[in-house]
C-alpha cells in the first residue's frame, strides 16, 4: 500500500535527491566561474595613470651620464652629469622634482637647474603622462639640492613656492611593444616661447629607456625656423654610470680647454638664466 501511494503520487524521492545535487553542482559551477573571471580581472587590470606617472618619475630620479656618448662623439657631446630626485608633492598628487645638469668635473656648479611636475595627462589628451618643466625662483639655494642631507634641503612647502616660470611641457606616451623605450613623447608642435641666443621658440624631446637610461634632446629655433642652440646630431644619451676611478676625473675627455669648452658651449645648452 505504502508503494502504491508512492507511485500514485508521482514523486520519487531519488530523484529530487538526484536534481538537488545537479542544482548545487551547476551553483557552485557558477560562483567558481565568476570568481575566476574577477580574479582574472583583477591580475589583468590595466595600469592606471597615476602608475604611469609615478613609473615616470621614479625613471627619471637619479645620477645619470652621457660619458659613453661624448667617448663615441666628443666634437658634438660633453660628458654631462644629470641628477634628478624628488622633491615635493603638490595637492592633487603631482611629483615635483629637482633637475640639475653640469659638467662632470664640475658637478657643484651646475649650469641648468629646473623643476619637473609629473602628473598624468589630461584626459582629452592622447597621452598617458606629462612632464612640465619650471623656472626655480632662487636657483642658487637649489645648487647641489639632491647631493645634501634632507635636514640641508628647502622643505616640500618652500619648494612649491619656489615653482616659478612654466617653461615647457612634454606629453608621453607608452612605447609599442617592441621598442627599446618605456614612454617617449615630445612639446606640441611649435614648442614653447624661448629668447635665449636669438631664438623664437623651443622644442624638447624625452624618451625613458627600460635600461633605466633617459634621452634628452632640446632645440631653440628662429623666427624662419632655423636651430639657433641645441645639439644637431640627436639627443643625448644620459646613463646610470658605475662608481668611476679617481683618474677618469683628470682625462682629456673630462678635462677639455676652457677656450674650446666655452665657445662650444654656447651653442649647446640654455644657460642658467
Not at 119 to 127: A, F, M
Request: hydrophobic share 30%.
Amino acid at each position: 500500500m505504502v508503494t502504491g501511494l508512492g507511485s500514485g503520487s508521482g514523486s520519487d524521492p531519488n530523484s529530487d535527491s538526484n536534481g538537488w545535487v545537479r542544482a548545487r553542482g551547476l551553483a557552485l559551477k557558477s560562483l567558481v566561474f565568476i570568481g575566476g573571471v574577477l580574479l582574472v580581472k583583477r591580475l589583468t587590470k590595466s595600469t592606471t595613470r597615476w602608475d604611469h606617472a609615478k613609473i615616470v618619475a621614479q625613471s627619471l630620479t637619479g645620477e645619470k651620464f652621457s660619458k659613453e656618448q661624448a667617448s663615441r662623439d666628443p666634437d658634438n657631446y660633453f660628458n654631462i652629469r644629470m641628477l634628478t630626485c624628488p622633491a615635493a608633492e603638490m595637492v592633487d598628487g603631482s611629483k615635483v622634482l629637482y633637475f640639475e645638469q653640469a659638467f662632470w668635473r664640475t658637478p657643484q656648479k651646475p649650469f641648468r637647474q629646473r623643476f619637473y611636475m609629473v602628473k598624468p595627462c589630461p584626459k582629452e589628451l592622447k597621452c598617458d603622462v606629462e612632464v612640465g618643466s619650471y623656472a626655480i625662483r632662487d636657483a642658487d639655494e637649489y645648487k647641489n639640492f639632491c647631493d645634501r642631507s634632507k635636514d640641508q634641503r628647502p622643505l616640500p612647502e618652500e619648494v612649491i613656492g619656489d615653482i616659478a616660470e612654466h617653461l615647457t611641457t612634454i606629453h608621453l606616451k607608452r612605447c609599442d611593444r617592441g621598442k627599446r623605450c618605456l614612454y617617449e613623447g615630445s612639446t606640441p608642435p611649435g614648442g614653447f616661447p624661448n629668447s635665449w641666443n636669438g631664438a623664437n621658440y623651443c622644442t624638447s624631446e624625452l624618451a625613458i629607456l627600460k635600461n633605466n637610461e633617459t634621452h634628452t634632446w632640446d632645440r631653440g629655433y628662429d623666427d624662419g625656423g632655423n636651430q639657433v642652440w641645441g645639439v644637431k646630431e640627436g639627443p643625448y644619451e644620459f646613463k646610470p654610470a658605475p662608481v668611476s676611478s679617481v683618474s677618469e676625473l683628470f682625462s682629456p675627455l673630462n678635462l677639455p680647454p676652457l677656450q674650446s669648452m666655452e665657445k662650444r658651449i654656447e651653442g649647446s645648452f640654455v644657460l642658467q638664466e
